[in-house]
């Protein structure tokens, strides 16, 4: 296979990878602040079954969790699971990186000093308006650099998908490897996450100093 | 007219009883300072009367409006509708101001009228203009609360109170985190709200600011009122407590 008949399929494949890292932080992102007042509910069923959840998020490997996902349909209901197999990957990662925002959220939130909250109580504002006026913005600034970390696992996680054949980047590189006993698509992909994360970093140093402005 | 009324209000953190039966009427108008040594139950009055804490015993009235009644021998809190209300009619300055340090001085004190009361933008900025300008600070509109010093964050934290015409103001020890120099500009913003009669309860430690300004005083110890009345008669009374209370300050 030439150089750039590989280049191409792999960048192919890197588009899929792209496309599970958006798609991933499109639904992670806000479900992980769902399940972070899950997490603080006042209620200790509600935050001791989430609590659960989440230690079995992060306590098990990501691969197991996305065959979990792609399978259960099947083997629980039966179902056909014919066309599932990227909906699972997304739902897989979704879930699993929400677990590791939530904790992240939680942790910013629960930074904030109770007299924010207080002042903004006095001054009359509703619990939804002094979260999205007062404690959030306050709490975007402190988990930035958190975020970014996972952003970047993120990035080298979407490998992972191979584990469900999915044509993304790295299961392309495998297979190319593989049949034409080669090292070289390897070495292309590190390349391809390599400036993917750069990228990453980049934008998210941007938005760090953008939030620097108190 | 009474603003505000407290009846024997109780309060208790687990075994530890904070407030034994305190009763307080604030008359339109009216300065009222409360002293008294650390842990006597001053905050602790103060954050009930702003409904910061949560209440076990006894009553609260704004402008003769129910918020919290007694009800078996419990407090019990008014719907969250007239609640609401009377939350209108108070304003708080925190002990360490509790600004929010995302917000340039100007939407600290602009931003509560325009989302909660849903005022007319360019009105508010132009009224929240005029209220640092009174406080000194015209210069600092545009600056973060963390490039400003204890002193003027204090004042804007009082701005952001006035700028939702509170019909009383609450202090608590408004100058605890000040050094000398600080609390002196801030007490005299204070006093100047006095001059225009504004309502206010203030907790505080500066003795000679309270018998300045104060129409009345208020001495607390153990979570009971152990003297009140005027300056004069509150600094001269035979209470052993007060005596004690103010002469080790004046040996401090």
């Known amino acids: ?214 | 007219m009474v603003y505000v009324e407290l009846k024997n209000v109780e309060k208790s953190f687990d075994d530890l009883e904070v407030l034994k039966g305190i009763s307080l009427t604030v008359n339109e108008g009216e300065v009222v300072s409360i002293i008294g040594p650390s842990g006597s139950g001053k905050s602790t009055l103060l954050r009930l009367a702003t409904l910061l804490e949560p209440w076990q015993k006894g009553e609260l009235y704004y402008m003769g409006e129910p918020a919290v009644t007694m009800q078996n021998g419990y407090s019990v809190y008014e719907k969250p509708a007239q609640l609401k209300e009377i939350k209108k009619d108070f304003g708080l300055v925190f002990q360490n101001f509790n600004l929010f340090p995302h917000k340039t001085v100007l939407q600290n004190v602009s931003e509560a009228p325009i989302h909660v009361q849903k005022r007319e933008k360019d009105v508010v900025r132009k009224e929240a203009m005029e209220l640092l300008d009174k406080m000194g600070l015209s210069d600092k509109a545009d600056y973060y609360p963390s490039q400003l010093s204890g002193g003027q964050q204090q004042r804007v934290a009082i701005a952001r109170a006035l700028a939702l015409n509170p019909k009383v103001l609450y202090f608590d020890e408004p100058t605890s985190a000040l050094d000398p120099e600080l609390t002196g500009e801030v007490l005299k913003v204070i006093k100047a709200l006095a001059e225009q009669k504004m309502t206010m309860v203030i907790v505080t430690h500066e003795m000679e600011f309270a018998r300045n300004i104060s129409d009345r005083i208020i001495f607390m110890d153990k979570g009971v009122v152990a003297a009140s009345g005027t300056p004069e008669e509150v600094f001269n009374s035979d209470n052993t407590r007060m005596k004690e209370f103010l002469g080790k300050l004046s040996h401090a």
């Open chain 1, 1 to 214: 296979m030439s150089f750039p008949v590989m280049l191409s399929e792999l960048s192919e494949g890197m588009l899929k990878s792209v496309g599970i890292f958006v798609l991933t932080l499109i639904f992670s992102l806000p479900l992980g602040l769902v399940v972070a007042f899950g997490r603080m509910s006042k209620n200790k069923i509600v935050s001791g079954i989430i609590g659960f959840l989440i230690s079995i998020l992060r306590g098990t490997p990501l691969m197991l969790q996305l065959l979990v996902v792609y399978f259960f349909p099947y083997y629980l209901f039966g179902w056909s699971i014919g066309g599932w197999r990227f909906p699972a990957i997304i739902v897989g990662f979704s879930i699993n990186y929400a677990a590791y925002f939530a904790e992240i959220y939680r942790s910013g939130i629960e930074a904030i000093p109770k007299g924010q909250h207080e002042a903004a109580q006095i001054l009359g504002y509703t619990k939804v308006q002094t979260f999205f006026r007062i404690i959030l913005p306050q709490v975007i600034k402190i988990i930035l650099p958190a975020i970014t970390n996972e952003i970047i696992t993120l990035v080298k996680d979407t490998s992972l998908a191979f584990s469900l054949s999915y044509m993304e980047m790295f299961t392309i590189a495998k297979q190319i490897a593989a049949a034409n006993t080669t090292f070289m698509p390897f070495v292309v992909s590190a390349v391809f996450y390599y400036v993917f994360n750069f990228v990453v970093a980049f934008v998210m140093r941007r938005m760090e100093k953008r939030m620097a402005y108190y």
